[in-house]
């Protein structure tokens, strides 16, 4: 899987009701009160700055998940464990959605390409090995760019959850780039996260594994789930994918900066929301 370069810019959007700069939000009431969510419920601010919300709707389209396997040699844990982790998506999507996967040593191969048929994707898991080392970021920009980057702008849920401990060794991908580029395309990443198989050491000019996780997962909008609760967290990310998913656009106060604008989303008490971190600067 080649990994093609893209520009970085942040365009203004018209789809539809939708004008502006768009979030996708992630919004849950915590009592399990079904009553809608509304712009009233929110505040947006921009490098502090607060931000006139236009519009804040469900998004009940469907879901495009990339799951990306580590199949690298010393991932603490075996083959069967980790078919069964992926497979736990395939019993929990809702119609209309589909899954990819991807396994990565020190290049991605595909197993499965786009499919809903749990029968096709347990068939396809007969390749997983365990070799060699993890090229996770190098993983995740191919999946991004030859994946889910064709399937834009038509399709607006995309997901990347990674099924391993985070760790990268040998990569070229530069792991800032990687993290700007998910956010200019909107896409979340999530994580069924196993040990750190390096105990935490430190690695110059590289995030520990752990962090790797946590920071791909607040920074986008998704969440990290420990591997062995596979089946739990399979069921909350295809749910909230589907029911809890909503799309926000405003049109940004100022829009003179050459810089990322930290994006921070406030909801009314006895509601969650999440959403990605930062936006991409003004520029092209």
């Not at 607060?50 to 844990?77: A, G, K, M, Y």
Request: contains cysteine.
């Amino acid at each position: 899987m080649a990994a093609p370069s893209a520009a970085q810019s942040r365009h203004a959007i018209r789809t539809g009701d939708l004008e502006g700069a768009v979030l996708n939000v992630t919004a849950i009431r915590t009592d399990g009160n079904e009553l809608p969510i509304s712009v009233s419920n929110l505040n947006l601010y921009e490098d502090g700055i607060e931000q006139r919300i236009r519009n804040f709707s469900h998004d009940p389209s469907p879901s495009r998940i990339v799951l990306i396997v580590d199949n690298s040699q010393t991932l603490p844990t075996d083959i069967e464990r980790l078919k069964g982790a992926a497979m736990e998506f395939a019993y929990e999507i809702f119609d209309g959605d589909q899954l990819f996967v991807i396994a990565y040593d020190e290049k991605p191969e595909i197993i499965q390409e786009w499919t809903d048929n749990a029968a096709r994707m347990q068939e396809s898991f007969t390749t997983f090995r365990k070799k060699g080392n993890p090229h996770l970021f190098d993983a995740i920009d191919s999946a991004m760019r030859e994946v889910l980057l064709p399937l834009m702008p038509g399709t607006r849920k995309t997901a990347i959850v990674i099924i391993g401990d985070g760790l990268d060794r040998g990569s070229v991908t530069n792991f800032d780039k990687l993290l700007s580029d998910l956010q200019f395309h909107n896409i979340t990443v999530y994580g069924l996260q196993l040990p750190d198989r390096t105990g935490g050491a430190f690695r110059r000019n590289m995030p520990k594994p752990a962090a790797v996780i946590s920071q791909l997962t607040e920074a986008t909008g998704g969440k990290a789930f420990p591997f062995d609760e596979a089946q739990e967290a399979a069921r909350i990310i295809c749910d909230e994918l589907r029911r809890n998913r909503y799309l926000l656009s405003y049109l940004p106060l100022n829009t003179s900066t050459y810089d990322p604008k930290r994006v921070f989303l406030v909801a009314d008490e006895g509601i969650k929301v999440r959403t990605k971190a930062f936006q991409p600067p003004n520029i092209k």
